[in-house]
Nanobody
Framework: QVQLVESGGGLVQAGGSLRLSCAAS????????MGWYRQAPGKQRELVAT???????NYADSVKGRFTISRDNAKNTVYLQMNSLKPEDTAVYYC??????????????????WGQGTQVTVSS
């Protein structure tokens, strides 16, 4: 079963740091772009950061200079280091990835996957 599993969320005071991890597992032959999105209560899901297989990154303006996305291709894992956290960063954070899936003998496909989400709460 192909899946993305997130970890690292929690409760932190404003100004603190957290590190999120997301590992892809299953019958995967390759991974293209990976990223993090978040959804606060009553708001739409929004992009936080993305990273290509070659390490090119893109950030939402609201997190530039505070968050850093990285990946370990050997471990099929993407990370989000979050520093100088603010109460407005409170949200459920979701991992996203474009995964190359082995669907059978000589059958391959690219599919987009989401993790189950991890809660990040920043207290003031």
């Amino acid at each position: 079963q192909v899946q993305l599993v997130e970890s690292g969320g929690g409760l932190v005071q404003a100004g603190g740091s957290l590190r999120l991890s997301c590992a892809a597992s299953g019958s995967i032959f390759s991974i293209n772009a990976m990223g993090w999105y978040r959804q606060a209560p009553g708001k739409q899901r929004e992009l936080v950061a993305t990273i290509t297989r070659d390490g090119i990154t893109n950030y939402a303006d609201s997190v530039k200079g505070r968050f850093t996305i990285s990946r370990d291709n050997a471990k099929n894992t993407v990370y989000l280091q979050m520093n100088s956290l603010k109460p407005e960063d409170t949200a459920v954070y979701y991992c996203n990835a474009e995964l190359g899936i082995i669907e059978g003998s000589y059958r391959y496909n690219w599919r987009n996957y989401w993790g189950q989400g991890t809660q990040v709460t920043v207290s003031s």
